[in-house]
């Protein structure tokens, strides 16, 4: 989706080409993949984390036109609704000391943006959902100017020929409509992607599919939507819902839907999953490409495919394959189901569990898949997101003769240590790895998370007499001084 899209109309005729572009594009990447040594490289990370854009009163500002035009940032970009902004990290390569580097990243991105807003009066806030947020924040004035974004949105509706309804249940519950896109603004995430060699794409895509659930868990901090307590990561309900394009009806069969957490285990490789991305899903941005599927950009040495790559960011798994014709061709994973925020720390911490799980448990795949039914792992993830630190998994019973329901604290306390040897056996020194594995030893055993930091602070106010939505804004208040200390949120302040 960060390709330059300057139309925002399009002809049947436009669709129609560009669906036999994209089944030519699949051919070419079937090739691709066959071809010896492509892929080939150092295993790197890259991150992009969004952020809330907030006013001295706690309200959101439409200000990210500004902060783009006042940095000339060529990492920073607009995202959908006017008081989000993205900052795109550079990639780093995983041997030595990835994560403490990731974190400087991280804090001056985000002192970056705080300086630009400040000349507004306003804040960057980095959370999954702002507490503070109302439904007449989330109106059509909220979305970005770009035509990317409103050809998104009238291919969206032209698809669903009906307003997007969102309905969560949780503490509260929450039920609204809209004839806009604006309400999947609402979320805002931290995103990690891993370079892969195609080889290992299969085993790495179906461990993170599996490691995920835990991981999410511990880093949930998107409690409240609209002011109302919902899920500890009300983020996975809500932008599947707000971006849901499926026409109801008796006559039409069940397509699955463009916000999901996967069809199934990766059998082979990256393959597969553009392939039922191209078969699965008709398009939406139907914007041709000067260049033939083939041919090479200036400076790279492998095939542009920019429809495909185009295809695939209006496609939006939790974890999704990218091809990226850069650096002489190569697949990552993305990974995008944490939340934004509490802290720089924080996130670094959630990412470092989260790939050192993934290489602990990748090379044992085969004997895991074995015992885990894909639609558990599909349980899992939305049981996570739903009850946070409380939730409870299936997960195989540690010899893999049968599933078992278990704490996911418990699952993360028996798999901590896994976690060290995997980041080791991706080169990373001990010494950038125990201080961010030792903060989410700190999260687990005080049993908290961003979003149960958030229940604690909203309920604790409330009960000293404060309205809902007071109580909103002194829990933001409360959010951002803690953050801006840069401390992990188990060691944030518990009384206001």
Known sequence: MGAIIDRDTFAASDFRRFGKRLRDSVEVLREVLAQPGFGAGAPSIGAELEAYIVDDRGRVALLNQALVEALHDPQLQLELNRFNIEYNLAPLPLAGGPLHALERQLLQALSRLETAAAAHRAHVVPIGILPTLRRTDLGEHAMSDLPRYRALEQSLKRLRGAPFDVEIRGEDSVRVSSDHVVLEGANTSFQLHLRVPPERFAATFNTVQIVTPLVLALSANSPLFLQRRLWDETRIALFKQAVDCRMRGADRWQQPARVTFGQGWVREGAFELFAEAVALYPPLLPLMSDS?????????????????????????????????????????????????????????????????????????????????????????????????????????????????????????????????????????????????????????????????????????????????????????????????????????????
Not at 315 to 324: E, H, K, L, S
């Open 292 to 496: 033939r599927p083939e041919e090479r950009p200036p400076g790279t040495t492998a095939p542009g495919l920019s429809e495909l790559r185009l295809h695939m960011g209006t496609i939006w798994p939790w974890n999704r394959a990218v091809y990226d014709p850069g650096d002489g061709g190569h697949l990552r994973v993305e990974m995008r189901a944490l939340p934004s925020g509490p802290t720089a720390v924080d996130m670094v911490a959630n990412a470092a569990l989260l790939l050192g799980l993934v290489a602990a448990l990748r090379d044992d795949i085969t004997e895991w898949l074995s015992a885990m039914p894909f639609r558990y792992a599909e349980y899992n993830f939305y049981r996570a997101a739903q009850s946070g630190l409380d939730a409870r998994l299936m997960w195989p019973h540690r010899k893999h003769h049968r599933l078992e329901e278990t704490p996911v604290v418990t699952l993360l306390e028996w798999l901590l240590p896994e976690a060290q040897r995997g980041l080791r056996a991706l080169g990373v020194a001990d010494a950038d790895s125990h201080p961010y594995l030792g903060v989410i030893a700190e999260r687990l055993q005080a049993r908290t998370s961003g979003a149960r930091w958030q229940r604690r602070m909203l309920a604790q106010l409330e009960g000293q007499g404060l309205s809902r939505a007071r109580a909103c804004h002194r829990l933001l208040d409360a959010y951002r001084a803690a953050a801006a200390t840069n401390r992990p949120v188990a060691r944030w302040p518990q009384e206001e």
